[in-house]
């Protein structure tokens, strides 16, 4: 009989981050687990790559927003991970 987490215990030993989420916890997010018991009643997953997103932006000098704008007439560069801003760099592009 196969386990019920065979492929990711295999994926496991070939080096994937694992993690867990424990479905009656009240707090319910996936969190990191360095060694997984592999219990059948604990939900486990390859830890997903982070999503990075870039996004140009038009902000006049009383920060009006503009909207989205292609690299080139943008004058704010924003980075975000997983939704989470990490990075914002003012650019020099004078129209």
């Given at each position: 009989m196969k386990h019920k987490?065979?492929?990711?215990i295999k994926a496991w030993a070939?080096?994937?981050e694992i993690e867990f989420k424990d479905p009656s916890?009240?707090?319910?997010?996936?969190h990191f687990v360095e060694s997984?018991?592999?219990?059948?009643?604990i939900?486990?997953?390859?830890?997903?790559?982070?999503?990075?997103?870039?996004?140009?932006l038009v902000i006049d000098e009383?920060?009006?927003?503009?909207?989205?704008s292609g690299k080139q007439n943008a004058n704010?560069?924003?980075?975000?991970i997983d939704g989470k801003?990490?990075?914002?760099e003012v650019l020099n592009n004078a129209n």
């Open positions: 987490h065979a492929e990711l070939d080096g994937a916890s009240s707090n319910g997010g996936w997984p018991s592999w219990d059948e009643h939900e486990y997953r390859i830890k997903p790559e982070p999503v990075k997103v870039v996004r140009y009383n920060f009006t927003l503009y909207g989205f704010l560069r924003l980075t975000l801003l990490v990075e914002a």
